[in-house]
């Protein structure tokens, strides 16, 4: 009922940004929470930001504090990851989430498809 859609995903060198799009459509009025995941090769699924409906609660996981950014649009149906001073470690398929609820470590009701993200070093 709710269909997620990433893009912004591709290759950049250490210390640089990219910016990761996540559009929503089907019921978005059931939406009230979108978010970020990642898995990186040979690892688990792993929460890296989350923002509630109105963007004034955000969350990160601590290996992207001060770095990454997540918000969402005016009509609240696309949310955004800006990723700045990219690591190696950051190498991941990126997954947007969303939730009628909450999107936490280890929740969301909805997910795309997942958008790859190389950083070189």
């Known amino acids: 009922q709710v269909q997620l859609v990433e893009s912004g995903g591709g290759l950049v060198q250490a210390g640089g940004s990219l910016r990761l799009s996540c559009a929503a459509s089907?019921?978005?009025?059931?939406?009230?929470?979108m978010g970020w995941f990642r898995q990186g090769p040979g690892k688990e699924r792993e929460f890296v930001a989350a923002?509630?409906?109105?963007?004034?609660?955000?969350d990160y996981t601590d290996s992207v504090k001060g770095r990454f950014n997540i918000s969402r649009d005016s009509t609240r149906n696309t949310a955004y990851l800006q990723m700045n001073n990219l690591k190696p470690e950051d190498t991941a398929v990126y997954y947007c989430?969303?939730?009628?609820?909450?999107?936490?470590?280890?929740?969301?009701?909805?997910w795309g498809q997942g958008t790859q993200v190389t950083v070189s070093s």
């Open positions: 989430a969303a939730d009628e609820w909450k999107v936490t470590t280890n929740r969301a009701a909805y």
């Open positions: 923002i509630n409906w109105s963007g004034g609660s955000t």
């Open positions: 089907g019921r978005t009025f059931t939406v009230y929470a």
